[in-house]
């Protein structure tokens, strides 16, 4: 594991700051310093009156990323990210979310189907020193969703800072498929995100044109809040629920020995069946379920190939290429020496999803995502227009899109710009009908909520509308590249 295959530094110096580099910090093993891995901590709040209550607080933090050097942050009961929330479908959960920050934020339940009042979206502001309580019935079937900010024009900003962390959902079905599941022992939760650094250990965040338009990509990335670090296995079989928190960056991911995986849940949940797979590719938002057996007891590190940031994209891969956007770096090593036996297993079958025929949607809706390029281009997360829907950008004051509750609608999503945007749609998990002409393979199967189009590419999803309707209180719909929705790439959808 060389200084080569880790993400070094550019540089680029801005406002007299300069970017420090890897070299200072790491030997040529960049697992040397043997920093560990950290497992957030589980929340699984109380009951009170037949309720699931968790009491969350927005704070500010500090963290030494890089060691005697402090980075100031924001977290969710902690200095970084937040607790991992746990419950069950069919749960009544309450949220008592208090903003102790100084300034607005909000708290978005990403991929929860639920009251759009309650979705925590640019409409639901917490402010300052004030408490939101969102409450509602848990729908989706077992997976693991997560929860981050959502302030209008601020949500990259926010979310880059540590506003972030993860929903494990357990239903009945899944429980009885003896997968691993013992939460920290063999049922690993794993949060990506890259970042850059000033020479003062802060956070450096969108500075230049290029981070504007393709999004901020860091040269350092956090495994749960911590750089390179090494998990001790205690399980010969273990199950990663990995989410790619990044603001823009893509993920190839594998391991260093191409060791195969079972591949056994996306966004919304498990998969009819595993899928046996050496790498997947992971948008901005998207998570996967993974289970690998470390059984020879060899070390292995996690890896994401080059490839993810540049592929399908033409000169504007090329453009990340050379300003290293895209390149093939480790993430985090496991050894698994002292692993024990495990009596979990991985069945060939799984679950089985609902037969849904795209005959019975209601109608086809076009959906087209465009941006602005050229010189001048500017994104600091105060709603630059350079980035647009159906030919308009965010406007909280008009609504884009009217849906009908109990109904399916099939969105044709046509990317006319030179590269990949991850789409999200709130309040739904929908699967994918055609990528590019064609059939999506078995690992497209899944439940989705974020979907990624190529550019000049065409997909096709079957969206359900189920559960909740609100004439007045809108949903969201946006790239997932934090930069994209912050700079105007986001509509409305009212589902009535």
Request: proline residues 4%; hydrophobic residues 35%; glycine residues 8%.
């Amino acid at each position: 594991m060389q200084r080569r295959n880790f993400l070094k530094s550019s540089t680029l110096a801005t406002a007299g700051v300069a970017i420090f580099g890897s070299k200072s910090l790491y030997s040529d093993d960049i697992f040397e310093q043997k920093r560990e891995f950290v497992v957030p901590p589980l929340y699984e709040g109380k009951k009170i009156d037949g309720k699931r209550v968790f009491d969350l607080n927005l704070q500010k933090g500090e963290m030494e990323f890089f060691q005697g050097l402090k980075t100031q942050t924001i977290g969710i009961n902690a200095p970084f990210l937040g607790p991992t929330l746990r419950a069950s479908q069919n749960d009544t959960i309450k949220v008592n979310i208090k903003n102790s920050l100084g300034y607005d934020s909000t708290i978005h339940w990403h991929g929860f189907e639920l009251p759009a009042k309650m979705d925590g979206g640019p409409h639901q502001i917490i402010r300052d020193s004030s408490i939101w309580s969102p409450e509602f019935a848990i729908k989706n079937r077992a997976s693991m969703l997560w929860y981050h900010s959502h302030l209008l024009h601020q949500t990259g900003a926010q979310v880059y800072k540590g506003l972030a962390g993860l929903f494990i959902i357990d239903d009945i079905e899944s429980q009885n498929l003896n997968l691993p599941h013992e939460y920290g022992i063999d049922d690993i939760p794993v949060v990506l995100q890259d970042r850059n650094y000033n020479n003062d250990g802060s956070f450096r965040y969108v500075s230049s044109q290029q981070e504007s338009m393709m999004g901020i990509h860091g040269n350092y990335v956090l495994v749960n809040g911590v750089i390179a670090p090494t998990l001790r296995a205690k399980k010969k079989l273990t199950r990663f629920r990995i989410l790619n928190g990044s603001n823009a960056r893509y993920y190839l991911l594998g391991f260093s020995d191409n060791r195969k995986f079972q591949f056994i849940g996306s966004d919304g949940g498990l998969l009819e069946q595993p899928v046996a797979l050496s790498q997947i590719k992971l948008a901005p938002a998207q998570r996967i379920d993974i289970v690998v057996d470390v059984s020879d007891g060899k070390d292995v590190v996690l890896k994401s190939y080059r490839g993810a940031n540049s592929q399908n994209m033409g000169m504007m891969g090329m453009m990340m290429r050379n300003m290293g956007f895209d390149r093939e770096f480790d993430l985090m090593k496991i050894k698994s020496k002292d692993a024990k036996n495990s009596t979990a297993t991985v069945p060939q079958n799984l679950i089985k999803h609902p037969v849904w025929d795209p005959k019975d949607s209601v109608g086809v809706r076009n959906i087209v995502l465009q941006m602005r390029m050229g010189m001048g281009m500017m994104n600091r997360g105060n709603g630059d227009d350079n980035f647009f829907i159906n030919g308009k950008s965010m406007d909280m004051n008009r609504i884009d899109a009217i849906a009908k509750k109990d109904t399916f609608e099939i969105w044709k999503i046509i990317n006319k710009s030179p590269m990949s945007h991850p789409l999200h749609i709130h309040n739904t998990q929908f699967k994918t009908l055609a990528i590019n002409g064609r059939k999506p393979n078995p690992s497209e199967s899944g439940f989705m909520d974020t979907v990624s189009v190529d550019p000049m590419g065409i997909v096709y999803i079957m969206v359900p509308f189920r559960y909740y309707s609100d004439n007045k209180v809108p949903y969201m719909f946006h790239c997932h590249i934090l930069e994209h929705e912050d700079g105007g790439m986001m509509g409305q959808l009212l589902v009535t």
